[in-house]
């Protein structure tokens, strides 16, 4: 159903009233909001890796059986990514993003109760599914919200959430999965508080006034952007929005195929190209890389308390290098600061492939983590600004949805590689694709202060 249209007055759009604001308390609860179940997903998507260790031991699982637990919940994730963009962009963002966390929640509790790995794979498809379409859907929309000025450090902040998952997974892992041995079970347990939390995403955030605008629901989206004013007290100085002469001035895509079509058109072809290089690459490396460490370092003859140990260490050294990349990316601009911190994962891996000593494998560990996270912060920050409102959520899913393919192949791979050459071979490889993901970086549109559907 479409609202009627508010009264017009000349001057100003939706996208002008939003870009004009100062951060509000509205801003805190949208970015707050999102990064919790931000953190909750990256806190699932880590919990894995020490369920991993933990049940190769515990089940006597070979390496290819291993790799698969890995690699069938991104399966779901790719799955899930392109298809919650193509649905955020038809039924709205908050919708979308509370069934996601809904869905992995629910899948990621009954994982608990698994006696055998069979029903362990289903269940990890399911909590991919949710997973690869939280992540787009969240960053889309908190993007919508965001004024230009500062839209790609909150893009960043809020990718920084990811960190606390990851940080809270590590310690689960250290501190739970070894307790007993049912601790794995237990550590399923504490993953399934998304679901509960989904109720608070679907009645506690406001839908993004850009895709009610695109929709025709005008009032609704006149109701949002007056909420954020009247938090700024900004309400006596804004004019009614205009219902015509929106930045985007191409037709809005209506169906699926309108919007797939819409990322290959001559505006948007070099972008798509290579923002999916870039997204494949990274997701490779990365979770080639972060999903396999605890159990490269049992291999080399850590113990798994001692491993897990490492592992926080490891995970604590994203925080600043979040700091670091919400900074520059509104000094340096997007294409910059992006490519700076891929090319330092890629020295990083290389340098953590080779280590031997202990100082030297959390040393290196660090830096990897803290280069590696930094371009995600990045990557996440341009990714929403290469399309505008109509196309949005389904070129961020899209993305993502190619970057899961990568990251289906890594965990299957590591096995292989590891039989090669061991861990430098292993790191080199992973290296080499965070090099070419620095290179497609430059071929990315650099959105830095403009208004979001700007082109």
């Not at 931000?38 to 006597?60: K, N, P, R, T, Y």
Request: charged share 15%; proline share 4%; glycine share 10%.
């Amino acid at each position: 159903m479409t609202d009627a249209a508010s009264p017009v007055a000349p001057g100003t759009t939706t996208s002008e009233r939003l870009d004009r604001l100062p951060f509000t308390r509205r801003h805190l609860r949208v970015l707050g909001g999102s990064g919790i179940g931000w953190a909750l997903d990256a806190m699932d998507v880590g919990l894995i890796s020490f369920v991993i260790a933990a049940l190769a031991v515990q089940w006597s699982l070979t390496p290819g059986e291993t790799a698969w637990i890995a690699s069938v919940g991104f399966i779901g994730m790719a799955v899930g990514a392109t298809l919650g963009g193509l649905l955020a962009d038809r039924f709205g963002r908050r919708q979308v993003f509370a069934l996601t966390l809904l869905v992995y929640g629910v899948a990621t509790g009954a994982s608990a109760l698994v006696g055998g790995i069979a029903l362990l794979l289903v269940l990890r498809f399911f909590v991919g599914l949710g997973l690869g379409a939280e992540l787009p859907v969240a960053s889309t929309y908190v993007s919508e919200f965001a004024p230009a000025r500062m839209r790609g450090r909150l893009i960043v902040i809020l990718e920084a959430f990811w960190a606390v998952g990851w940080t809270a997974a590590a310690l689960i892992g250290f501190f739970v999965i070894p307790g007993s041995e049912n601790g794995w079970r237990w550590a399923f347990a504490i993953g399934a508080v998304p679901a509960l939390y989904a109720l608070v995403v679907r009645w506690g955030l406001p839908e993004s006034p850009r895709w009610l605008e695109r929709q025709g629901r005008y009032a609704d989206a006149e109701s949002v952007v007056r909420s954020f004013e009247e938090s700024a007290s900004m309400t006596a100085a804004a004019p009614r929005r205009l219902t015509t002469g929106s930045i985007e001035t191409i037709p809005a895509a209506t169906t699926a195929r309108e919007r797939l079509a819409g990322l290959w058109t001559a505006e948007f072809r070099v972008r798509t190209a290579c923002l999916w290089l870039v997204w494949f690459c990274v997701n490779f490396s990365y979770y080639g890389a972060f999903i396999w460490i605890p159990t490269i370092l049992v291999a080399q003859g850590y113990d798994l308390v001692r491993s897990f140990g490492f592992t926080v260490i490891i995970t604590l050294a994203q925080l600043p290098g979040y700091a670091v990349a919400a900074w520059l990316i509104e000094v340096w601009g997007r294409r910059l600061t992006l490519s700076v911190f891929l090319v330092g994962s890629a020295g990083a891996a290389v340098l953590f492939g080779t280590a031997g000593a202990e100082w030297s494998v959390i040393a290196t560990g660090m830096a990897l983590s803290f280069f590696n996270l930094g371009a995600w912060g990045a990557l996440y920050a341009v990714t929403p600004e290469m399309y505008p409102t109509s196309l949005r959520a389904t070129g961020s899913g899209w993305a993502a949805g190619v970057g899961r393919i990568a990251s289906i192949i890594a965990p299957l791979t590591v096995p292989v590689l590891l039989a090669l050459g061991g861990a430098p071979v292993l790191f080199v490889v992973f290296a080499i694709f965070f090099a070419i993901a620095a290179a497609a970086a430059w071929g990315l549109a650099d959105r830095r202060g403009k208004a979001l559907d700007d082109r």
